[in-house]
């Protein structure tokens, strides 16, 4: 009686770490993630090509001439800073935040 109570509770165990197992497989589908952060301008979720480490790009904005001059255009209406805190109005660099490698780069184009 006792070792048909212990094959079964063997079965449930066996049962139940394959249903386990299943589990996480089914979790573990591969993620297309970019590896190339150019044309992006906000910062996103990317897999660094160089370290292979997965996270939120760190960006860092430049002014160019078109922030510059789009800061002249409004000027007489008093927001000529705006450009200045419009990440699309600028150039934007991305970094792993891992490696600091680039691993993406966005130059404003206003055609």
């Known amino acids: 009686m006792a070792s048909n109570y212990q094959e079964q509770e063997s079965l449930y165990h066996q049962n139940l770490n394959h249903q386990i197992k299943d589990n996480l497989e089914q979790q573990q589908t591969p993620i297309n993630l970019p590896n190339d952060l150019s044309g992006e301008y906000n910062s996103t979720e990317v897999q660094c090509a160089n370290c292979r480490k997965i996270g939120k790009s760190q960006i860092r904005c430049e002014a160019n001439k078109w922030t510059c001059l789009y800061a002249c255009v409004l000027s007489p209406i008093f927001i000529c800073f705006v ?3 419009i990440n699309s109005c600028q150039d934007v ?3 792993c935040p891992n490696c600091q490698i680039q691993i993406g780069f966005t ?4 055609c």
């Open 83 to 85: 450009p200045f805190f």
């Open 93 to 95: 660099y991305h970094k």
């Open 107 to 110: 130059e404003h184009n206003p």
